[in-house]
């Protein structure tokens, strides 16, 4: 099993930047896949950034080049870097982890993006 504690979300501009965190109570070395969904209301829940366990990076489009997916594995931390941010960013965003074919979800952070 792992818990995945998040934090770092809040209020801001359009163009700014935040980064959040996502805390693994285990080692990530064993997790096959850890990253970042995001579900704004009204939405359903989207893939934002996926870290697989051999180094491979997945973003979702409307973040490429905008959004940095990094994990430091002494600290067992995720990290999404979100740079530019716009106001169709704002939602929960959650953190992901798979291990050995189950899914955990972190309770949520949210962003929101507003003048």
């Known amino acids: 099993q792992v818990q995945l504690v998040e934090s770092g979300g809040g209020l801001v501009q359009p163009g700014e930047s935040l980064r959040l965190s996502c805390a693994a109570s285990?080692?990530?070395?064993?997790?096959?896949?850890v990253g970042w969904y995001r579900q704004a209301p009204g939405k359903q829940r989207e893939m934002v950034a996926l870290?697989?366990?051999?180094?491979?990076?997945i973003y979702a489009d409307s973040v490429k080049g905008r959004f940095t997916l990094s994990r430091d594995n002494v600290k067992n931390t995720v990290y999404l870097e979100m740079n530019s941010l716009k106001f169709e960013d704002t939602a929960v965003y959650l953190c992901?982890?798979?291990?050995?074919?189950?899914?955990?979800w972190g309770q949520g952070t949210q962003v929101t993006v507003s003048s």
């Open positions: 285990r080692s990530l070395f064993g997790i096959e896949t």
């Open positions: 870290s697989k366990r051999y180094g491979s990076r």
């Open positions: 992901y982890a798979e291990l050995a074919q189950t899914i955990y």
